[in-house]
Structures are given as structure tokens and as C-alpha cells.
């Protein structure tokens, strides 16, 4: 966002840690050059913090000499950041996810994480529930970009966690899966789940926080968005 602060314009950003802090040339204040040593660190301490299930935010600002006109103008001043710093924030699974995934398990039913998180976040909260038991069950939505649809098919059934994905891939993911005969149950609250959520066998929308256009396009509409009545 642009803001201006005792009459000084300023452009401050929020976003995933690794890219935040990949747009940041100083540290604390314009006088401070973070060196690649400290990005380093910062970077590793980070990744420590995701590794405990912590999703991990960053936050940076620089001074504007003029307001942008437009958003590409906004986007073009997101280079030379001042990192101001990075908090991680816990966000538990329910406690009755570990025993409906089990349940899932256990009805041969593959339960699927499907993420914005980052993959070692998304890794960590899988391992809890009970999702994956292994590191190499995730893999990046950037990665699912480098294969082809028939490709994909392939692919898909190595991996029970998926981080950092667009709507795009969720789609794919849905249709991969769909297309070996599974019946997918795909679940979402956003306007970008709505895509993935119609191209599924059972859409499943969350009545709590999930957007109009998501719950429209869903099969079963959660009352307590508790992945566990699905289970039920």
C-alpha cells in the first residue's frame, strides 16, 4: 500500500517471508546496508520458524519521492526494500484433524494439502495431522507448472502436500486426479478455490468464511467449516 506519513510518501508491503526479504536491500533504516551474510541468517532463522509450523510474514517499506499512478508503477517500487522485520504466527490445526484424517486413512480416502503456505509450513502442519510422515511428500506449485496435463497424471500421486499454488493448479491437481478414477472431494473458502471446487466430483465450501461465489459453486456448504464434519 501507498500511505502518506508526516507528509512523506511511503510504500509499505506485507507478504510470504523468502519473498519479502528477497526485495530487500537494507535493514531496519536506509543507512543500514543488510549485507548477504545477514540475509542469510535471516533467512535460516525463518526457515527454522516454519519448520515449527509457524507461518512466517515479513514486512519492508521504502520512501516514495512521488504517489504511483498506477499498480505496475506500485509494483516497479517493490526493489530496494527496508526490512523492518518478520513475525511468525502460529495458526493450529483443530484439535479432531489428526483422528478424522485417520479416519480418512483408515476408508481408504487420501486426505490432500493443498496451500499458499510455504512447502516447509505446509510440510510441518501435514506431519501434525498426520498427512505425510515424509519431507519429500511436498511439492511447489512452480513446480507442477514445468509438466505437461499427461505428465502431471503421473506426478500427482507422489504427493500428498502441495505449497505456494495458484488457482491454476488447483485445477490441475483436481482433474489429474479425476482423471485415474479417483472421486476428489476438493475443499476452499476463496474466490480462487471456486475453480478447483466446480471442477471436482464433491465441492465443499466453508459457510463461516468462505465468499459467496466459492459457496455457490460448491456441493456441500460447512455450517462450522471443521474439515472434520466432512469426514462425517
Keep these: 500500500t501507498v500511505n502518506i506519513i508526516n507528509g512523506k510518501y511511503y510504500l509499505l508491503v506485507k507478504g510470504s517471508f523468502s519473498n519479502v526479504i528477497n526485495r ?18 535471516i533467512l535460516e532463522d525463518g526457515n527454522d520458524m516454519a519448520e515449527r509450523a509457524l507461518r512466517v510474514m515479513s514486512y519492508a517499506y521504502k520512501e516514495l519521492k512521488k504517489i504511483p499512478t498506477d499498480s505496475n508503477e506500485v509494483l516497479n517500487e517493490e526493489n530496494n526494500l527496508i526490512l523492518a522485520g518478520y513475525v511468525g504466527i502460529i495458526d493450529p490445526p483443530r484439535t479432531d484433524v489428526r483422528a478424522a484424517v485417520k479416519t480418512c486413512k483408515n476408508a481408504s480416502i487420501r486426505p490432500i494439502m493443498i496451500t499458499g503456505d510455504s512447502l516447509v509450513t505446509a510440510i ?26 499427461e505428465e502431471l497424471i503421473d506426478v500427482v500421486s507422489k504427493y500428498n502436500v502441495y505449497a505456494r ?7 490441475r491437481i483436481v482433474e489429474c486426479w479425476k482423471s485415474v478414477g479417483a472421486v476428489v472431494a476438493m475443499t476452499g473458502d476463496g474466490v480462487n478455490d471456486a475453480p478447483s471446487i466446480k471442477s471436482a466430483d464433491i465441492g465443499v465450501g466453508m459457510g463461516k468464511v468462505g465468499t459467496e461465489v466459492t459457496k455457490n459453486v460448491s ?13 462425517n
Design 24 to 41: 530487500c536491500n537494507y535493514l531496519g533504516d536506509k543507512n543500514k546496508k543488510l549485507t548477504k551474510k545477514e540475509k542469510d541468517e
Design 124 to 149: 510441518a502442519i501435514a506431519k501434525e495431522v498426520g498427512i505425510t510422515s515424509n519431507d519429500n511428500e511436498g511439492i511447489l506449485g512452480s513446480e507442477l507448472d514445468k509438466y505437461s496435463d
Design 165 to 171: 499454488v495458484s488457482p491454476q493448479n488447483k485445477v
Design 219 to 231: 456441493d456441500m456448504v460447512l455450517v462450522d467449516d471443521n474439515f472434520s464434519t466432512i469426514v
